[in-house]
């Protein structure tokens, strides 16, 4: 595997883990809710087997992760790569909209006061 094909898988990965396993840097700065944001609920949930909950804290976790598991068989394709991470961007920002809309700030698009911005601002 050359280093540019490795670059993009490494890259796909991070974003990933950041996805799932970090704690939202959106969200610790603004307090708004990022597109990715409950997916690591989701995951909890849909590990428990709990599937209507892990859809409700977020949809696009099962295609998220069915489509990084194609990315990684395809690795090879580059193009193909290319077009399955463009629209899965596509879809995590509609589908963000779409949750901002009907959601926010109520479950599962809380609006959190514990972030930079709102701290600075408090004081001021």
């Given at each position: ?8 898988l490494g890259i796909v990965l991070i974003l990933f883990l950041l996805l799932l396993f ?61 077009g399955i991470l463009i629209v899965w961007c596509i879809l995590m920002i509609v589908y ?29």
């Amino acid at each position: 595997m050359d280093f540019q094909k490795t670059k993009t898988l490494g890259i796909v990965l991070i974003l990933f883990l950041l996805l799932l396993f970090y704690k939202c840097p959106i969200q610790s700065v603004t307090g708004l809710p990022c597109p990715g944001c409950n997916m690591k609920t989701s995951l909890y949930y849909l590990l428990h087997l709990n599937i209507n909950k892990s859809l409700y804290y977020h949809a696009l976790l099962i295609p998220s992760l069915i489509l990084f598991v194609v990315c990684i068989v395809n690795y090879k394709n580059e193009q193909r790569v290319k077009g399955i991470l463009i629209v899965w961007c596509i879809l995590m920002i509609v589908y963000y909209m779409y949750r901002m809309i009907v959601y926010f700030p109520d479950s599962p698009m809380i609006y959190s006061k514990n972030n930079l911005i709102y701290l600075i601002f408090r004081h001021v």
